[in-house]
DNA sequence: CCAGACGTTGTT
DNA sequence: GTCTGG
DNA sequence: CCAGACGTTGTT
DNA sequence: GTCTGG
């Protein structure tokens, strides 16, 4: 699954692959975790893609207690579409989680954590719903959830869940705002290819969130 | 009708 | 054991 | 995802 | 908001 990432990547790297409109101000997170804050890509009506930040962790507009998010920072694909939590999001508010790679945990032998990145180094895409939480104060909340799909060859030792990241190619079509049929967007929702990926272990440094350091990327000898 | 849930993960 | 917070 | 808390009272 | 369960 994805439940803590990194996002490594010059604005001009962002700019380009991602198609933003213009340079973003962006810092190096190293340990990104639930509930903080995140950069996310999202198209306005015109077509035009912005980078905006949100919280991570889903909070559905209906929420009673903002908190519901602290639970809700994956969305499996299988059931994303029918979900009441997500099921509207899916359709209209789609957006792309810029990354460098994720973490993810073993949990057979030992707890071991791994770095997965994209095997040339390029950067990498989650596919994620966004939502708008009206608090009490009339103030508005924005925050979103990353998408889940089965682990593919390369993962699967590690984990049986993986986030489903998309190619450039595909970024076109699940930020299209007029895009709603299901049918559209489950074929996005494959494993991505254990080839072009890459993932080497960590060090227990990046067990906590406290650490956010270029050691935590670091691969561990033994 | 109203009340209560609405999610994922991993582990057993 | 289970929930909250980052 | 993992780490860390997990409680009440009264007083400053 | 919308669906399920009682």
Not at 174 to 182: A, K, Q, S, V
Not at 198 to 212: D, F, G, M, Q, T
Request: net charge neutral; proline share 9%; with cysteine.
């Amino acid at each position: 699954m994805c439940g803590r990432f990194t996002i490594i990547l010059p604005p001009e790297v962002l700019a380009e692959i991602f198609g933003l409109p213009e340079l973003p101000r962006i810092e190096a997170r190293y340990n990104i975790a639930p509930t903080q804050e995140v950069v996310v890509i999202r198209q306005n009506a015109e077509g035009l893609r912005q980078l905006v930040t949100m919280k991570w962790g889903l909070i559905p507009s209906w929420a009673k207690d903002p908190h519901i998010g602290n639970k809700l920072i994956n969305a499996r694909c299988e059931s994303v579409h029918e979900k009441p939590a997500f099921r509207q999001a899916i359709c209209t508010r789609r957006c792309v989680i810029p990354a460098s790679g994720f973490y993810d945990w073993t949990h057979t032998d030992k707890k071991i954590p791994f770095y997965v990145s994209m095997a040339d180094g390029s950067p990498m895409a989650f596919a994620g719903i966004w939502d708008s939480w009206k608090a009490p104060d009339g103030s508005r909340l924005e925050s979103f959830t990353i998408l889940t799909t089965n682990a593919n060859s390369l993962i699967a030792p590690i984990h049986d869940r993986m986030p489903v990241i998309l190619h450039p190619a595909e970024f076109d079509l699940w930020l299209d705002r007029d895009i709603t049929e299901p049918e559209k967007l489950t074929r996005l929702y494959q494993p991505y290819p254990s080839d072009l990926l890459r993932a080497w272990p960590v060090s227990s440094l990046v067990n906590s969130p406290r650490n956010e350091t270029p050691a935590c990327i670091e691969q561990t000898v033994s």
